[in-house]
C-alpha cells in the first residue's frame, strides 16, 4: 500500500518568503508528527496530531510556524517569512497508535528539502 | 526532557564484519527504544525496536541490547553487507509525548 508521502520534495524559497510543505500521511493512521532535520543531525520533533486536534506544538522553534490537519488526514506545515535557518529537510511520519511514543511505529515521509536563499 | 547520545558518530567496517552502535538516554522511565536506518534521500525506516520489559531482540542480522540500569541501548548488525551503508538513528520517548533521536551514526560497509 501508499505510504507517507510529502510535497513538493525540494522548495527553494528567498528570505522573507512564505512557504507551505504538504503531508499525506497514510490512510486511517491517527497519529501524524512533524520533524524538522538539520544536514547531519537527527530529526527534531516539531509538532503532534491526533486526528485534528493539535496536541503538541511545544517543538515549533517560532510563532512563523504554524501547522494544520483540518479534516484529520492532510496536514500542511506553513512557514511565514522564511530565513537562512529554515532550510532544513522536514519529514512528516504517522502512526496507527494514539500513543506518541508507546510501542507505535512511525513510519516516515521522505521529507521536503527546503532551502531559503 | 529526554537527552539522548549516539556514538560513533561515523563507522566503517569490511563487508562481512559486525557493526556496533550505542546509544545512552537520560530519562529512567522511557520504555521504547526504535532504531532507524536512513538512506540518502530518503525519510529514516523502522528497523528494530525493544520494549523496556526485554534485555535483548533479534531479528535476522540485526539485534538490539537495553540495560536499563546503565541507561544505554546498542545496535548490532552482524555480517555486514554493502547495502547495510546508510545513517542509523537511535530514539528515546520524551515524556511519552513524542521521540527525541540521536545525532545519527554514519555506517560505511566497504567492499
Known amino acids: 500500500g501508499a505510504g507517507v508521502s510529502q510535497s513538493p520534495r525540494y522548495k527553494v524559497a528567498k528570505r522573507g518568503q512564505d512557504v507551505a510543505l504538504r503531508c499525506d500521511p497514510i490512510?486511517?493512521?491517527?497519529?501524524l508528527f512533524w520533524y524538522q532535520q538539520a544536514l547531519g543531525q537527527g530529526p527534531e520533533f516539531l509538532t503532534y496530531?491526533?486526528?485534528?486536534?493539535?496536541?503538541?506544538k511545544s517543538g515549533l522553534p517560532s510563532d512563523r510556524f504554524f501547522a494544520e490537519r483540518p479534516e484529520g488526514s492532510v496536514s500542511t506545515l506553513k512557514i511565514q517569512r522564511t530565513q537562512q535557518e529554515d532550510s532544513a529537510v522536514y519529514l512528516c511520519?504517522?502512526?496507527?497508535?494514539?500513543?506518541?511514543?508507546?510501542?507505535?511505529?512511525?513510519?516516515f515521509g521522505p521529507g521536503t528539502r527546503l532551502t531559503v536563499l | 526532557g529526554e537527552n539522548v547520545e549516539q556514538h560513533p558518530s561515523t563507522l566503517s567496517v569490511q563487508e562481512g564484519d559486525s557493526a556496533v552502535i550505542k546509544c545512552t538516554y537520560s530519562?529512567?522511565?522511557?520504555?521504547?527504544f526504535p532504531w532507524y536506518k536512513q538512506e540518502l534521500g530518503k525519510g529514516p525506516q523502522l528497523i528494530i525496536d525493544?520494549?523496556?520489559?526485554?534485555g535483548e531482540k533479534k531479528d535476522q542480522r540485526i539485534a538490539v541490547t537495553l540495560n536499563k540500569t546503565a541507561k544505554h541501548f546498542s545496535l548490532h548488525i552482524t555480517e555486514t553487507q554493502p547495502e547495510d551503508s546508510a545513517v542509523y538513528f537511535c530514539?528515546?520517548?520524551?515524556?511519552?509525548?513524542?521521540?527525541?533521536f540521536g545525532p545519527g551514526t554514519r555506517l560505511s560497509v566497504l567492499p
Open positions: 530519562d529512567s522511565a522511557s520504555n521504547y
Open positions: 525493544i520494549r523496556s520489559n526485554v
Open positions: 511520519a504517522s502512526s496507527f497508535g494514539t500513543s506518541p511514543s508507546s510501542y507505535n511505529e512511525q513510519f
Open positions: 490512510s486511517g493512521h491517527v497519529s
Open positions: 530514539a528515546a520517548p520524551n515524556y511519552g509525548q513524542n521521540f527525541v
Open positions: 496530531f491526533q486526528n485534528e486536534a493539535q496536541l503538541d
